[in-house]
């Protein structure tokens, strides 16, 4: 081990402080192979592969909420956290129970047209797909007028408005994935290629029930969605909501997707092209557009009240120990389906058994360590997949106020392909974390970068996203795809791989040849990111400009 590269990798993985060598020292990681480089197992914590592995094993079923997967994997996580000596954050107790409602549509109707030239019915999850959250046993959405919105946003500081001049109440709405910054990758509109919450489905759902829409209907495409559309209709269509007294009868009736081939034969129906439409959407000035066409459908639903568990652990401070750091990472995924002729586990290694594996890590090596000045707090989220319901559940009734939680780190989804020279921020440029990335990244003769496709607006699909709306700076970071050995080209396709092949599928699972030595890199960072933090007077606040800004702001002036 000569060159710095190496030296930077034995100190990646030791998760030990390394000060730089000297410029006569310093080499490119190019110098350096990947032979060269200690194992991860060796030098680090042996028993990150040991978590990793059995958390995506079959015995975990899925680790589905709610299931006999999810008591497997709370009692798991939760004998962890005791056995590294972490204190329990509710009262006694690990675990912060989400009350959730289980909304299991047991019987979905074909989508149904009438009206001229209307096609013939849509059948579920070959042609749409549909559900309700509303917290009813049956869904009645007889001749609705169908409506083309455009992109279905309202957007005052963009000057946008898809549904300006329009009632909608008691319609069904039909827009497209994504937005207009991404269509036309314009840097001036929206965020340009980059996706604003604007483009999410969730969103989109969201303001067609403000407007009064009885059914929201997105047009999926591949590209724009970032997934296939074996991920919107291959998936259990079991759906999980925070339960509230209201039901939630402030959501649409009806919300689902429409393929891009249905679509298309419903404009082409109405004497509409998809393509044209799209260009009208972005003229700027785009008029809702009716189908003169009616669509009904019928959903039965069974309903189960639950209780599925957030598991939270945490290292007291010496000096401030209201004051608080918080590492994160969501332990369910899709259990089982037993429909499946074969392979019938959802065992979800890289989605996220990794992330827990990496928290519990990390956890053991602070938990041997001096107390720290302030609080660490290890929080492993419930029913992630199903809309981030432990994180949301959280933000709303925190075990450790708001105000003085210092700042996050959330991890989804590890790193397995081996070592990489750059590190990829999710929601690049929003806060002062980023710099303290960069810091420990140089260390390692690494560089930042942006997320490669920000149009798939990750930076909304995972649980630091909850924190981040209640004024918490959260940094979301893992390995890139520029590989120490093969390259930039190869850690694309193995990025690519995954998201088309294993992602959301019962092949995502734990491989004994993955390379763990970059989930090594990555935690070297994540750490010294966290210890830093709870050893200082440091507050990192989000940038100016960005939308979280303000809230975080007003938490200052709480603490102050």
């Known amino acids: 081990m000569t060159t710095q590269y190496s030296i930077g990798l034995l100190c990646v993985f030791a998760l030990t402080a390394c000060q730089p060598a000297s410029h006569s020292q310093q080499t490119t990681a190019t110098d350096t192979s990947s032979d060269e480089i200690e194992l991860f197992e060796s030098n680090f914590n042996p028993n990150f592969r040991e978590y990793f592995r059995t958390l995506a094993s079959d015995q975990f079923m899925g680790r589905a909420p709610a299931t006999k997967g999810e008591e497997i994997t709370v009692a798991y996580i939760e004998q962890q956290f005791k056995s590294f000596g972490l204190k329990p954050a509710n009262q006694g107790s690990y675990r912060q ?3 959730v409602t289980q909304i299991d549509p047991v019987q979905v109707s074909s989508l149904r047209f009438a009206g001229n030239n209307a096609p013939a019915d849509y059948v579920y999850r070959q042609d749409m797909m549909a559900w309700s959250s509303q917290m009813l046993n049956e869904i009645n959405v007889e001749a609705s007028d169908i409506v083309f919105v455009g992109y279905g946003i309202v957007a005052p500081e963009y000057n946008w ?17 994504n937005d207009p910054g991404y269509a036309t990758q314009n840097p001036e509109l929206f965020n340009g290629n980059a996706m604003t919450y604007y483009g999410r489905w969730t969103y989109k759902y969201e303001e067609a029930a403000r407007q009064g829409a009885a059914m929201a209907l997105i047009v999926h495409e591949t590209a ?5 559309w074996h991920v919107v209709a291959g998936t259990s269509p079991i759906r999980f909501e925070l339960a509230n007294e209201n039901k939630n009868m402030h959501r649409a009736k009806v919300e689902g997707w429409l393929s891009q081939q249905g679509a298309e034969r419903l404009f082409a129906a109405a004497g509409l092209d998809l393509e044209a439409l799209r260009q009208q959407a972005l003229s700027g000035s785009f008029q809702p557009i009716p189908l003169e066409i009616q669509a009904s459908i019928n959903i039965k639903n069974n309903l ?4 599925s568990d957030n598991v939270i652990g945490y290292i007291e401070g010496s000096t401030y120990p209201e004051e608080t750091v918080i590492y994160m990472a969501h332990w369910d995924h899709f259990g089982m389906d037993f429909s499946l002729p074969d392979n019938q586990v959802f065992n979800g290694a890289q989605d996220n058994a990794g992330g827990v594996a990496a928290l519990l890590a990390i956890a053991e090596r602070m938990a041997q360590e001096p107390a720290p000045q302030r609080s660490v707090v290890f929080m492993s989220w419930a029913v992630e997949e199903r809309g981030l319901l432990g994180s949301a559940w959280y933000a709303a009734n925190p075990l450790f106020p708001l ?11 590890i790193n397995v392909h081996g070592p990489m020279k750059d590190v990829m921020v999710v929601g690049h440029n929003s806060s002062e974390l980023e710099p303290m990335l960069e810091h420990y990244s140089k260390l390692q003769h690494r560089y930042i970068v942006p997320e490669p496709t920000p149009e798939d607006g990750f930076y909304y699909r995972s649980d630091h996203f909850s924190l981040a709306k209640v ?23 193995q990025r690519h791989i995954y998201n088309s092949q ?27 990111i966290g210890n830093d933090l709870a050893n200082s007077r440091q507050w990192p606040n989000w940038y100016q400009g960005n939308e979280f800004r303000a809230i975080r702001d007003a938490s200052a002036r709480v603490r102050q």
């Open 224 to 228: 724009p969605a970032s997934y296939g």
């Open 403 to 413: 105000e003085t939680t210092v700042a996050g780190v959330n991890m989804d989804v």
């Open 97 to 99: 129970p989400v009350p």
């Open 304 to 307: 189960r009240t639950l209780q």
């Open 161 to 177: 408005n898809d549904y300006e001049g329009l009632d909608v109440t008691g319609k069904t709405v039909v827009m497209f994935v």
């Open 471 to 493: 004024g918490v700076p959260m940094l979301y970071a893992r390995g890139g795809i520029d590989h120490i050995e093969h390259g930039k080209a190869w850690g694309l396709e």
């Open 502 to 528: 294993h992602y959301h599928k019962v092949t995502d699972e734990f491989d004994e040849n993955w390379d763990l030595r970059g989930a090594a890199q990555d935690m070297y960072l994540f750490y010294h």
